[in-house]
């Protein structure tokens, strides 16, 4: 007994703390792995991490702060070793939509308060918000945060300067300022595509047809692997290369860049509790109300994004979701105190992490280390990057989230999800990817909830051996509120359909009652509500001259008609058999007594013939 | 085939304007009693709308005003021949709500806004929505908006005055200002109370143990009903009396009284579309905006009402909650022309129509047809009613709503949904009652969808009569997009328990793959993140050597598994003999195949050993 409690203690620890399940088996192996899978990883973060930075509208420096402690955290409580947490362009997205126009602090407050909300509602085990986020909203908003934020990259290929309010505006002011194109910038960025591309196809040469490959073939492709997963860094290093032999020799570069990245490890500091705004004041509540619906979306999409990844590498063991939330919560947390953004799992990275072979989450430790490295030695060399080369490693990285099979497929299959996944899209594209993804996910809640109104109820009309005839109706699913109603509807309407085809066709009903019975065989749930609602429709049919009888009903459903029905207007049987045969024993106790009575009238008779 | 084309656009025409139905066959009976029932609802109606105006802190004209077009449009649209539409306490208490510290333009603003609301929704067939507000949401609702009513007429019963931030200041104020009490007020109100109470008793007195009565018990026991029935108006009336008499002998009256009230018909005006308010000019958008949550609470409350009323009366009848959305919100539009407030129908009134026999629903006619004559002559009559008395009237009509028993059944049998009322309760009464019921509304719709979430998955070992084992999952219920996490974690946990077992009992699993078989005999419905849940968990099971077979599946719900399915994972067979025949046919195959084979091996042996 006492064992059986250290191990379920072992096993919730193991749960809540997943290093402990892990590292009393780590190895020497496993270790020189995750130092590989680390570093190849750092070195695809460093450029991802500016250019997100950049996207959320911040120095590049803060890219880099935000992928030290998400990494870090996730060693610990992580349960999905390829997963790598750290800025990506969705939550860079969102936090550039909930605090433009604002200020620096305003970021540390949102990641603050993302990690805080996700810390919570994980240890509340609330993990299962995630469920209610259907493919058809996550793919719209993620094909729509695409495509804004390529659109929001174009600029940088022209080489132009504005400040679009939104979407649509965007487009307006790019056309309006087209002919102030640079064509330095645009060469360059177009080239960068172009190459991108290229290095991106490298990996999938097919480079011999015999199997097995021989050995220079097999180093020639693992080299192909290294330069088209380095393609980022080696094209950013490149173009920075150029830019700085260009500076050295003409003075002047062609290209706009990047500009200074201050070097240096950031400091410790507490989230804000008030911040100063274009000289108004803003204290606690001002700005929580000013992230509004942020406060939820933030954190919920950070979720999402981790959820999903890590079922894709779980190779079929369950994902903990409220795990996930403490694990990405204690992140954003921490991070809030050297103000990085708000930080999630990046799918790109992920992958390359378990296309290196990463062993345990502590692959984690040596990139947040490279990034570490980076910010005292490479800081110096970053300002050198092209603005024109950052925005073709945007844009080649994001455009692949846009999915267009999808919509094809449920046009063909479902159309209410393809509505949901069009109005998503369009929403998000043209309001704003939050009330985007709001409209989403309430229209999913409303398909929902109308489907739970409508259940399918099975009808049939049968008959007893002995010939007495009932009404048999199967609802399927939980009996609760919504539902109830419109089972109600069904038996009634039908019933009134069978009275009138028998007044069509003159014929009158047997007399005594008509027996209708509901089988809650697949009934698992039901509610006061429903209860009462059945109630109310015996009721309704004893007007009728029919008697509810309900079958198969387990424990808890009985118990609930029972306390609903104080008159017993419904008759509860265990099973079919049992109503058929409590009926058939009715017939025979009341013929008998009929039998009886006039057995007792013939004596009568035989006594009277005697006597007289 | 143009008859049931004719028959179908009678019918809906019929739907849609119950009028046309049932006035063809009007005739005189009816109308004698529709009369009379009219004229009694009136008589209770007219004390009712005073009081209701004047919670909702209106002069009680308008109150007299809000009671003519809801009945008149009813008697055109309305599908219950016993409801009677006019100003009611819940309508009251939102009204004061959302408009107080404002103006009469916004009342009849507000009013417009609902009839909007309403009639639309109506059109849309929305009827639906009212489904989702449940008995214990209803229950907490109006037990608290009841007992908030009863206690913001507790100052008349003491003859003080004071204005009231909320429910809670309500009684702080009362209990400092409650030095200033006036007996005579005091007194006054009491014996109203204890009137109305021994009043309402006369009906439930039981006269004579005979069967049939004779007639003149007849008689009596029907004074008796009308004595109790018309309570509400004989107290008002016999109190104007005696206010009028110590007026005209004394001068001075120990009673605060209702004052004067004007009168004279109403006059047509449009609604407003901008209003001022202490010197603020609001447009047209500030005005929605100062509504909020009123503009879809109000009509959903007054909805709410009507259904549940029209339910109780229906006897069995299906009734078309869109229809009574039609014909309320018509009722409310033609009212905000006459500065009406919101209505809806009321229980007690509908209660007196059905016990005066009303025949169909023109007996509202003459309902208005009173209200319009008091406003006429009763008007200089009115102003003598005191308002201790109106208090008693109101305090004795509304303390019948609140409902204690149905919270001891909630307690024994659902603990969820006395959640739900209890939440709603607390909130109604501490917050405010727009913000409870919408948090009543949450809670059940969130329980609905953790519902929704986990549905019951029925799980089974099989062997078929070749000796294949299997596992059989059956979920029940619609496998829709939160459900399928769950359905994919119990099959992988089954799953992974059994291989534990297996590993402790040092057995091992016989070669060649399980199969997994889902049963989706109770699936009605699915989405395209459920099949794609459905087809990762097939990819997941082939990691652990099994195959995911499903069987019983209806057409759409296997169109949608093939579509997410482009690598056929996932077995579709139409039944589960289909299925066992497979198998067992594959089996043959390959024991066929190798029969010939090692028959094809005989043969070769035989023609070596003929050769040597």
């Known amino acids: 007994m006492q064992l059986t409690m250290k191990t379920k203690l072992t096993e919730l620890l193991h749960r809540k703390v997943p290093i402990l399940a892990w590292l009393p088996k780590y190895n020497v192996n496993a270790a020189v792995s995750d130092v590989l899978a680390g570093i190849t990883v750092g070195l695809t973060l460093i450029p991802q991490a500016i250019a997100y930075a950049s996207l959320a509208g911040l120095n590049p420096k803060y890219g880099l702060y935000s992928s030290i402690f ?37 970021v540390a407050f949102l990641t603050f308060l993302t990690g805080l909300v996700q810390l919570t509602c994980g240890l509340l085990s609330l993990g299962f918000v995630v469920e209610f986020v259907s493919l058809p909203v996550v793919s719209g908003f993620t094909s729509s945060t695409a495509i804004i934020m390529a659109s929001s990259q174009l600029k940088y290929f022209l080489g132009i300067q504005f400040k679009p309010k939104n979407f649509l505006d965007m487009y307006v002011q790019l056309f309006k300022n087209i002919g102030k194109t640079k064509y330095s ?32 073939i097999k180093y ?45 490890f950031p400091s410790l500091a507490f989230p804000p509790t008030h911040i100063n705004i274009n000289g108004t004041d803003l204290g606690l509540l001002d700005m929580v109300s000013h992230l509004n619906t942020g406060i939820f979306l933030v954190p919920l999409v950070g979720l999402v994004a981790n959820v999903a990844i890590a079922k894709a590498f779980s190779e079929g063991k369950i994902v903990d979701a409220s795990q996930e939330m403490i694990a990405l919560g204690m992140g954003n947390l921490a991070g809030s105190f050297i103000n990085a953004m708000p930080v ?24 947040s280390i490279i990034v570490l490295l980076s910010l005292s030695l490479l800081t110096p060399y970053l300002q050198y990057i092209p603005q024109a080369s950052l925005a073709a490693v945007l844009v080649c990285a994001v455009l692949t989230l846009v999915e267009i099979e999808i919509m094809a497929v449920l046009w063909k299959t479902n159309k209410r999800n393809f509505l949901t996944l069009v109005v998503t899209f369009a929403a998000c594209l043209l309001i704003g990817i939050e009330i985007g993804l709001l409209c989403g996910i309430c229209l999913d809640i409303f398909n929902l909830l109308h489907f739970n109104a409508r259940p399918n109820v099975h009808f049939d009309k049968k008959v007893t051996d002995m010939g007495f005839e009932f009404w048999l109706f199967e609802p399927s699913g939980g009996l609760l509120f919504p539902t109830v109603d419109y089972l109600r509807e069904v038996v009634l309407s039908k019933i009134y359909e069978d009275n009138n085809k028998n007044k069509m066709l003159h014929r009158t009903r047997a007399a005594g009652d008509v027996y209708i019975i509901i089988n809650c065989s697949h009934i698992d749930k039901t509610d006061y509500t429903a209860a009462k609602g059945v109630v109310s429709l015996a009721q309704d049919l004893l007007h009728k001259k029919c008697q509810l009888v309900v079958i ?28 058929v045969s409590a009926i058939h024993k009715d017939f025979y106790d009341v013929r008998n007594s009929i039998d009886t009575l006039s057995e007792l009238h013939h004596h009568d008779k035989v006594d009277h013939e005697t006597i007289f």
């Not at 177009?190 to 097919?206: E, H, P, T």
């Not at 692997?225 to 050295?248: D, E, P």
């Not at 990046?346 to 984690?364: E, K």
């Open 185 to 216: 910038d645009l060469s360059l960025g177009v080239a960068c595509v172009v190459l991108l591309l290229f290095m991106k196809r490298l990996q999938d040469i097919k480079l011999t047809d015999k199997e097995p490959p021989g050995v220079k």
């Open 344 to 367: 999630a799992s990046s799918f790109s990275r992920s992958a390359v992490n378990n296309a290196s072979g990463v062993q345990t989450t502590l692959g984690g430790l040596y990139t």
């Open 70 to 106: 998400g990494g870090v955290m996730y060693i610990f409580l992580g349960t999905t070793k390829q997963l790598s947490v750290g800025p990506t362009s969705i939550m860079a997205l969102l936090c550039l939509t909930y605090t433009h126009d604002t200020s620096l602090e305003m």
């Open 552 to 579: 198969n009903a387990i424990k808890s459903v009985q118990a609930a008609f029972v306390s609903a029905d104080q008159n017993a207007y419904i008759h509860v049987y265990s099973t079919y058999q049992d109503f």
């Open 220 to 264: 020639l492709k693992s080299f192909l692997w290294f330069i088209s997963t380095g393609r980022n860094a080696f094209i950013l290093m490149g173009c920075a290369i150029i830019t700085y032999v260009l500076k050295n020799t003409h003075e002047k570069v062609p290209f706009a860049l990047v500009g200074n990245i201050e070097s240096g």
